[in-house]
């Protein structure tokens, strides 16, 4: 799978040694406030983290890119394929970006990069995208890149010791 770039980002794939900026976006509370993982408390948890999508990514199951920018390289989030489904020809989507670079159109940037390479070089038909009802800006970004509301699924995930309600958007590759 290639890196990805955009008229301000580049998409690399996440390795080993980005950790310590990432682990400065995945301790924000902020930040993690609508993800299913808690505030990291260590830059080995980014690690260990990395470690985890890199063998994911391997066995060809997802793909985890760091979100740059394109003129200096600093990592501003991250973003990726959380389920790569070639039997189905679907994928899910996940994204958040540093709360220093919301509302600035990178994660929309990021995003259309994610759903174009999805389509034309991996053959999906069908991207999801899985949000808490309350991300009320991530529920708009999606909304903004053409994500059809499907529905919600009750309890559906586990996050923070507690059961959380998803709202279920999708794009297909024919809308």
């Not at 990291?40 to 066995?59: H, S």
């Not at 020809?89 to 259309?112: D, Q, V």
């Not at 009320?136 to 529905?151: A, H, M, P, V, Y």
């Amino acid at each position: 799978m290639n890196d990805l770039t955009t008229e301000r980002l580049t998409l690399k794939r996440m390795q080993e040694n980005d950790a310590a900026e990432l682990f400065a976006i995945w301790s924000d509370p902020e930040v993690t406030r609508f993800m299913n993982i808690p505030s990291f408390t260590g830059e080995d948890q980014a690690k260990e983290m990395i470690n985890v999508l890199t063998e994911l990514a391997k066995e060809n199951k997802a793909l985890r890119y760091t979100i740059r920018m394109k003129d200096s390289g600093k990592i501003i989030g991250s973003c990726g394929y959380n389920v790569l489904d070639f039997e189905n020809h679907k994928t899910e989507l996940g994204y958040e970006l540093a709360k220093e670079h919301w509302g600035k159109g990178y994660a929309s940037e990021a995003i259309h990069a994610l759903t174009k390479y999805a389509y034309a070089e991996l053959g999906f038909h069908r991207i999801e995208a899985k949000v808490e009802p309350e991300n009320d800006n991530s529920i708009r970004l999606l909304q903004k890149l053409g994500f059809t509301f499907e529905g919600i699924l009750r309890e559906a995930e586990k996050a923070k010791g507690r059961f959380v309600d998803l709202a279920l958007y999708a794009k297909l590759s024919t809308d």
